[in-house]
Protein backbone atom coordinates (compact mmCIF):
# COMPACT_ATOMS: atom_id res chain seq x y z
CA UNK A 1 0.00 0.00 0.00
CA UNK A 2 2.80 2.31 0.43
CA UNK A 3 4.03 1.70 -3.00
CA UNK A 4 0.60 2.69 -4.36
CA UNK A 5 0.50 5.72 -1.98
CA UNK A 6 4.08 6.76 -3.38
CA UNK A 7 3.04 6.03 -6.87
CA UNK A 8 0.25 8.15 -6.58
CA UNK A 9 1.63 10.90 -5.08
CA UNK A 10 -0.43 10.86 -1.66
CA UNK A 11 1.24 13.15 0.81
CA UNK A 12 -0.20 11.87 4.52
CA UNK A 13 0.30 15.41 5.88
CA UNK A 14 -1.52 17.00 3.25
CA UNK A 15 -3.98 13.97 2.99
CA UNK A 16 -4.80 14.77 6.92
CA UNK A 17 -5.11 18.41 6.55
CA UNK A 18 -7.65 17.89 3.79
CA UNK A 19 -9.62 15.82 5.58
CA UNK A 20 -9.30 18.12 8.67
CA UNK A 21 -10.38 20.60 6.48
CA UNK A 22 -12.99 18.64 4.79
CA UNK A 23 -14.69 17.76 8.43
CA UNK A 24 -14.55 21.34 9.55
CA UNK A 25 -16.22 22.68 6.80
CA UNK A 26 -18.61 19.88 6.86
CA UNK A 27 -19.27 20.56 10.66
CA UNK A 28 -19.43 24.58 9.64
CA UNK A 29 -21.60 23.15 6.63
CA UNK A 30 -23.74 21.44 8.96
CA UNK A 31 -24.28 23.74 12.04
CA UNK A 32 -25.15 26.68 9.88
CA UNK A 33 -26.40 25.68 6.40
CA UNK A 34 -27.60 21.71 6.33
CA UNK A 35 -29.71 22.41 9.90
CA UNK A 36 -31.40 26.43 9.12
CA UNK A 37 -31.80 25.21 5.29
CA UNK A 38 -33.57 21.69 6.59
CA UNK A 39 -35.55 23.85 9.10
CA UNK A 40 -36.79 26.36 6.49
CA UNK A 41 -37.82 22.80 4.54
CA UNK A 42 -39.11 21.54 7.47
CA UNK A 43 -41.53 24.65 7.82
CA UNK A 44 -42.39 25.56 4.22
CA UNK A 45 -43.98 21.23 4.22
CA UNK A 46 -45.91 22.17 6.95
CA UNK A 47 -47.09 25.61 5.55
CA UNK A 48 -47.87 23.68 2.50
CA UNK A 49 -49.59 20.21 4.70
CA UNK A 50 -51.61 23.28 6.45
CA UNK A 51 -52.42 24.90 3.19
CA UNK A 52 -53.57 21.51 1.71
CA UNK A 53 -55.24 21.10 4.88
CA UNK A 54 -56.92 24.29 4.79
CA UNK A 55 -57.72 23.31 0.82
CA UNK A 56 -59.31 20.26 1.69
CA UNK A 57 -61.64 21.99 4.43
CA UNK A 58 -63.01 24.59 2.52
CA UNK A 59 -63.40 21.88 -0.12
CA UNK A 60 -65.41 19.79 2.43
CA UNK A 61 -67.06 23.35 3.50
CA UNK A 62 -67.93 24.16 -0.12
CA UNK A 63 -69.84 20.82 -0.37
CA UNK A 64 -71.09 21.39 3.06
CA UNK A 65 -72.58 24.34 1.87
CA UNK A 66 -73.80 23.49 -1.40
CA UNK A 67 -75.89 20.64 0.20
CA UNK A 68 -77.23 23.12 2.76
CA UNK A 69 -77.81 25.99 0.15
CA UNK A 70 -79.91 22.74 -1.87
CA UNK A 71 -81.80 21.54 1.27
CA UNK A 72 -82.39 25.47 1.72
CA UNK A 73 -83.57 26.21 -1.76
CA UNK A 74 -85.92 22.51 -1.85
CA UNK A 75 -87.33 23.36 1.48
CA UNK A 76 -87.84 26.83 -0.05
CA UNK A 77 -89.53 25.57 -3.20
CA UNK A 78 -91.48 23.32 -0.95
CA UNK A 79 -92.19 26.21 1.35
CA UNK A 80 -93.58 28.29 -1.50
CA UNK A 81 -95.55 25.62 -3.14
CA UNK A 82 -97.56 25.09 0.08
CA UNK A 83 -98.17 28.78 1.14
CA UNK A 84 -99.16 29.05 -3.22
CA UNK A 85 -101.89 26.05 -2.58
CA UNK A 86 -102.59 27.94 0.97
CA UNK A 87 -103.43 31.34 -0.83
CA UNK A 88 -105.18 29.32 -3.54
CA UNK A 89 -107.81 27.52 -1.14
CA UNK A 90 -108.23 30.63 0.78
CA UNK A 91 -109.08 32.33 -2.31
CA UNK A 92 -110.97 29.83 -3.57
CA UNK A 93 -113.01 30.06 0.31
CA UNK A 94 -113.14 33.82 0.53
CA UNK A 95 -114.70 33.41 -3.43
CA UNK A 96 -117.09 31.50 -2.59
CA UNK A 97 -118.20 33.20 0.91
CA UNK A 98 -117.97 36.61 -1.42
CA UNK A 99 -120.45 34.57 -3.71
CA UNK A 100 -122.89 34.02 -1.46
CA UNK A 101 -122.70 36.93 0.63
CA UNK A 102 -123.32 38.71 -2.58
CA UNK A 103 -126.41 36.57 -3.54
CA UNK A 104 -128.00 37.20 0.05
CA UNK A 105 -127.53 40.76 -0.44
CA UNK A 106 -128.95 40.82 -3.84
CA UNK A 107 -131.63 38.48 -2.73
CA UNK A 108 -132.33 40.74 0.26
CA UNK A 109 -132.45 43.58 -2.21
CA UNK A 110 -134.88 42.02 -4.54
CA UNK A 111 -137.34 41.25 -1.13
CA UNK A 112 -137.02 44.74 -0.63
CA UNK A 113 -137.65 46.33 -3.57
CA UNK A 114 -140.72 43.75 -4.08
CA UNK A 115 -142.12 45.43 -0.47
CA UNK A 116 -141.29 48.81 -1.88
CA UNK A 117 -142.97 48.28 -5.27
CA UNK A 118 -145.96 47.00 -3.40
CA UNK A 119 -145.90 49.81 -0.29
CA UNK A 120 -146.04 51.73 -3.74
CA UNK A 121 -148.87 49.76 -5.55
CA UNK A 122 -150.89 49.85 -2.61
CA UNK A 123 -149.80 54.15 -2.24
CA UNK A 124 -150.89 54.44 -5.97
CA UNK A 125 -154.59 52.50 -5.61
CA UNK A 126 -155.25 54.70 -2.41
CA UNK A 127 -154.38 57.80 -4.48
CA UNK A 128 -155.82 56.80 -7.63
CA UNK A 129 -159.09 55.74 -5.65
CA UNK A 130 -158.94 59.48 -3.61
CA UNK A 131 -158.60 61.04 -7.12
CA UNK A 132 -161.34 58.77 -8.82
CA UNK A 133 -163.94 59.15 -5.51
CA UNK A 134 -163.20 63.27 -6.39
CA UNK A 135 -163.92 63.23 -9.84
CA UNK A 136 -166.59 60.92 -9.67
CA UNK A 137 -168.22 62.98 -6.89
CA UNK A 138 -167.61 66.23 -8.92
CA UNK A 139 -168.98 64.88 -11.75
CA UNK A 140 -172.03 63.27 -9.98
CA UNK A 141 -172.43 66.46 -8.79
CA UNK A 142 -172.44 68.45 -12.17
CA UNK A 143 -174.82 65.98 -13.78
CA UNK A 144 -177.05 65.98 -10.87
CA UNK A 145 -177.10 70.06 -11.09
CA UNK A 146 -178.84 69.35 -14.26
CA UNK A 147 -181.37 66.92 -13.79
CA UNK A 148 -184.28 68.96 -12.23
CA UNK A 149 -184.50 68.29 -8.24
CA UNK A 150 -188.19 66.93 -8.59
CA UNK A 151 -186.69 63.85 -11.32
CA UNK A 152 -183.72 63.41 -9.41
CA UNK A 153 -185.45 62.75 -6.44
CA UNK A 154 -188.23 60.46 -7.66
CA UNK A 155 -185.21 58.18 -9.32
CA UNK A 156 -182.95 58.14 -6.13
CA UNK A 157 -186.20 56.79 -4.37
CA UNK A 158 -187.27 54.52 -6.59
CA UNK A 159 -183.80 53.07 -7.09
CA UNK A 160 -183.49 52.75 -2.81
CA UNK A 161 -186.91 50.80 -2.83
CA UNK A 162 -185.29 48.24 -5.79
CA UNK A 163 -182.53 47.90 -3.47
CA UNK A 164 -184.29 47.56 -0.41
CA UNK A 165 -186.66 44.75 -1.71
CA UNK A 166 -183.87 42.67 -3.40
CA UNK A 167 -181.72 42.85 0.29
CA UNK A 168 -185.26 41.79 2.08
CA UNK A 169 -185.41 39.24 -0.28
CA UNK A 170 -182.94 37.25 0.24
Known amino acids: MEEFITHFGIDWKLL ?19 KPVLE ?27 ELREDVLANAKKDALQIVSEAEKTAHERGETIREET ?16 EEKLKMKDS ?16 LQEIPAE ?6 IEKALVELKGVTKR
Open 103 to 118: TRKTEAAIVEAKRLIQ
Open 151 to 156: VRDGKL
Open 16 to 34: LAQVVNFSILLLVLRAFVY
Open 128 to 143: LYNETESLVRDGIFKV
Open 40 to 66: ILRKRKQEIEKGLQFSKDAEEQLKHTQ
